[in-house]
C-alpha cells in the first residue's frame, strides 16, 4: 500500500517536484540522465526526507531537508543543497561517483554529518572563508587492535592518502 506521505519519483530525467510539508518524503528510483546529458530532479520546498536509489548521471537540487538525504545503489550522482536550505545528514552506501555541494546553512551546522559505506569516489564541496573548497570523503582506513586498556578494542584512523 502507497504511504500518503510519500511522493514517489521513478524513472524521469528531469522533473520538479513541489513538497509542501515537512511530513512528506520523497523517493526517487531509477531516474537516469545519459552521457554528456546528466538529469536533474529539483525538490522545492520542505520535506522530511529524500531517498536516492538506483539511480545514475543526475543532479538532486534540494532546499530543507528535515532529516537524511539517502543516496544508495547509484553511479554518478551530484547533491546540491540549495543556498539558505538545511540538511541534517547525507547518507551514502553502495554508490560509485557522489559529489555533494553544501549550502554555507548546512556547513556552518555542528550537527551536519555524511554517513557513507560500501561507495567510493565521494567528494565534499563547502566554503572555507573567501574559498570554495572539494575535498575527497576517505574510502580507505587503517585498523588496529588498542591493547592499553584493561579490554582490548580496535581502532580506527583515515589512511595517509588522505592527508
Do not use: W
Amino acid at each position: 500500500m502507497r504511504n500518503p506521505n510519500t511522493i514517489d519519483v521513478t524513472g524521469v530525467k528531469n522533473e520538479t517536484v513541489d513538497c509542501d510539508s515537512f511530513r512528506k518524503s520523497i523517493s526517487l528510483y531509477k531516474c537516469n540522465g545519459e552521457k554528456g546529458s546528466p538529469g536533474k530532479i529539483e525538490v522545492k520546498g520542505k520535506c522530511n526526507s529524500i531517498m536516492m536509489d538506483n539511480c545514475s548521471l543526475m543532479e538532486l537540487q534540494v532546499d530543507s531537508v528535515m532529516s537524511t538525504v539517502e543516496i544508495s545503489n547509484c553511479q554518478r550522482v551530484k547533491l546540491l543543497i540549495k543556498p539558505g536550505a538545511t540538511v541534517l545528514s547525507v547518507a551514502i552506501d553502495k554508490t560509485d561517483g557522489c559529489h555533494i555541494t553544501l549550502s554555507k546553512e548546512t556547513q556552518d551546522n555542528a550537527d551536519f554529518q555524511v554517513l557513507a559505506a560500501k561507495s567510493s569516489e565521494m567528494n565534499l564541496t563547502f566554503q572555507d572563508g573567501e574559498d570554495t573548497v572539494e575535498k575527497p570523503i576517505p574510502e580507505q582506513f587503517v585498523f588496529k587492535i588498542d591493547r592499553s586498556g584493561s579490554k582490548a578494542k580496535i581502532i580506527s584512523s583515515v589512511s595517509d592518502l588522505y592527508s
